[in-house]
Antibody
Framework: EVRLVESGGGLVQPGGSLRLSCAAS????????MHWVRQAPGKGLVWVSR????????NYADSVKGRFTISRDNTKNTLYLQLNSLRAEDTAVYYC?????????????WGQGTTVTVSS | QSALTQPRSVSGSPGQSVTISCTGT?????????VSWYQQHPTKAPKVLIY???KRPSGVPNRFSGSKSGNTASLTISGLQADDEADYYC?????????FGGGTKLTVL
């Protein structure tokens, strides 16, 4: 079964940091682009970042550029998102999603999400 | 990186058809045939319904169909069922990013 399981969310103070993880199973993780997408409470989906298969090419939404870093460990089948300089507006459920072998492929498998709350 | 424009809500009766529009620019929707549509029920993760404008993943009923004209993509749901009541999001590939629509809430009357 193809599966993505996020972890690492929690309550953090403004200006703080957090690292999210996404454990992949049931497919050849190293062959797929991976994405992070977030959803603030009661709001819509917002794309955050994507990473190529080797971990060498990244893209970020303007709202997180310079603060968030996406990475992966293909030996551990795990995707990461390092969140720094967190703001209240970063409060959201963070989903990891599988892309495809090509950068333009859609997101076809999603995790259940992990919740990040930024509050003092 | 402006969000794609979707109607906030649409509604229809069981058995009817509804169409949800998704308007972008020539830099995203109009520039590439990589528009996807996702369905999200409350508290659930999104599920892909359509990819590459018109393609359906295996397991998605053919009641769901996609199209595109210029900078606007559309999702049509025919033969509405109660379980279709959900939020629907379009997304488009753009050169250096991915962009979602603001979402459309579908109410089945």
């Amino acid at each position: 079964e193809v599966r993505l399981v996020e972890s690492g969310g929690g309550l953090v103070q403004p200006g703080g940091s957090l690292r999210l993880s996404c454990a992949a199973s049931g497919f050849t993780f190293s062959s797929y682009w991976m994405h992070w997408v977030r959803q603030a409470p009661g709001k819509g989906l917002v794309w955050v970042s994507r990473l190529n298969t080797e971990g060498s090419s990244t893209n970020y939404a303007d709202s997180v550029k310079g603060r968030f870093t996406i990475s992966r460990d293909n030996t551990k089948n795990t995707l990461y998102l390092q969140l720094n300089s967190l703001r209240a507006e970063d409060t959201a459920v963070y989903y990891c999603a599988r892309g495809g072998p090509r950068r333009w492929d859609n997101m076809d498998v999603w995790g259940q999400g992990t919740t990040v709350t930024v509050s003092s | 990186q402006s969000a794609l424009t979707q109607p906030r809500s649409v509604s229809g009766s069981p058995g009817q058809s509804v169409t949800i529009s998704c308007t972008g620019t020539s830099s995203d929707v109009g520039g590439y045939n990589f528009v996807s549509w996702y369905q999200q029920h409350p508290t659930k993760a999104p599920k892909v319904l359509i990819y590459e404008v018109t393609k359906r993943p295996s397991g998605v009923p053919n009641r769901f169909s996609g199209s595109k004209s210029g900078n606007t993509a559309s999702l049509t749901i025919s033969g509405l069922q109660a379980d279709d009541e959900a939020d629907y999001y379009c997304s488009s590939y753009a050169n250096n990013y991915v962009v979602f629509g603001g979402g459309t809430k579908l109410t089945v009357l």
